[in-house]
């Protein structure tokens, strides 16, 4: 599937912030799951396959953030993974979480912070719900955590079943780790950072599932 061609309207009418967007992974879930989507990453996103804004993620949740129905943030997650330790300094990298979340929580908005598991165990973000590919039948290990507004619960997902032969184990190239996500449009560099769209997609229900109670 090439996500340039897909069409921006979707059915139920309601718009994401994806913050700190990178090359479109969450996006896509959010955009699968019925929502329109504006990407912000401070960086160019030349393959990014919705509207897109290059701009600092915290200046604009704050300016515009009010204006979406569900605000998400990816903030950097470089500062809190292990593999940081292994290959560089975290201190070199900013602390973007506590900040992102007050600016998320100003807009009076629903949002969701995903991030490495590590940031969970350091008690810098609550996992309500802890994710992995092996859940939504994909071949790839890839654990991030969700922390939500509305917090945990809802639809249980099965827990992660991690086997010899899965990809993620076997290293295979760069290219098949990436389509196995299910993020085909991404070159092989962008796709090391991104996340599953199922991850979002899943995200995406348990909102619109919440908001259905809600409103009844």
């Given amino acids: 599937m090439n996500a340039r061609v897909l069409p921006l309207r979707r059915p139920n009418g309601r718009r994401v912030l994806d913050v700190c967007c990178g090359a479109g992974g969450l996006s ?3 955009y699968l799951a019925g ?3 504006v ?3 401070i960086r160019p996103q030349p393959n990014y396959p919705f509207p897109f804004v290059q701009a600092d993620g915290i200046e604009y949740t704050a300016a515009h953030g009010h204006n979406f129905d569900l605000v998400h943030g ?3 997650c ?6 940081t330790r292994w290959r560089g300094n975290p201190d070199d990298h900013p602390d973007l979480i506590g900040p992102g979340r007050e600016v998320m929580q100003a807009t009076g908005r629903p949002w969701v912070i995903e991030n490495v598991p590590e940031t969970a165990t350091a008690g810098l973000l609550r996992p309500d719900y802890l994710l992995c590919g092996t859940q939504f039948g994909l071949k790839v290990r890839r654990h991030r955590v969700f922390e939500t507004s509305w917090g945990g619960g809802g639809d249980l997902v099965p827990p992660c079943w991690h086997r010899r032969g899965l990809l993620a184990f076997e290293h295979k190239n760069e290219r098949a780790y990436a389509d196995a996500m299910g993020c085909t449009w991404m070159t092989n560099l962008e796709a090391r950072k991104a996340v599953p769209p199922a991850y979002s997609h899943f995200i995406a229900t348990q909102f619109l599932a919440l ?3 809600t409103a009844a």
């Fill in 28 to 30: 896509m879930g959010y």
């Fill in 35 to 37: 929502f329109d989507v």
């Fill in 39 to 41: 990407g912000v990453d």
């Fill in 74 to 76: 990816s903030w950097p």
């Fill in 78 to 83: 470089e500062r809190y993974a292990t593999v």
């Fill in 211 to 213: 908001e259905g109670r």
